[in-house]
């Protein structure tokens, strides 16, 4: 039998803090158990489970891996206007005039990540 990914685990400072970011993000929750100054936070979304662990360490590289959000119920632009307002900052816009590309955001924390255009605004072929 093959192994599950049962949740995304990030490093950070605060846990809490990047869940409650994160939880808004995906329109999720932060367990219960949960609390302000906890060393976890476990965001869980329709479709993703996220943890955060408090590390000492600090971010001193370009994210390895990183998430690719698309809109499920609204535009990239609005999506990207969204998140920016719940607290993340514009790393890089790679939107072309053609409609395509995406835009990268850092999280509170600086952890990178892409807003993709919507299923919508690719088309019924791109799916």
């Known amino acids: 039998m093959s192994s599950l990914v049962r ?27 949960d ?31 990183h998430l690719d959000l698309q809109p499920q119920d609204r535009t990239r632009e609005e999506e990207v206007e969204r998140i920016l307002a719940l607290g993340a900052t514009l790393v890089a816009d790679h939107r072309t005039a053609d409609g395509r590309g995406w835009v990268t955001l850092a999280d509170p924390e600086g952890n990178e990540f892409c807003v993709e255009r919507s299923a919508a605004e690719r088309g019924p072929a791109a799916g």
């Open 7 to 33: 949740h995304l685990t990030f490093d950070c400072h605060d846990a809490y803090r990047q869940g409650l970011f994160w939880a808004a993000v995906l329109e999720g929750t932060v367990s219960d158990e």
């Open 35 to 65: 609390h302000p100054g906890d060393p976890e936070a476990l965001v869980t979304a329709p479709d993703a489970a996220l943890l955060f662990v408090a590390v000492e360490d600090a971010k001193t590289v370009k994210n390895r891996v």
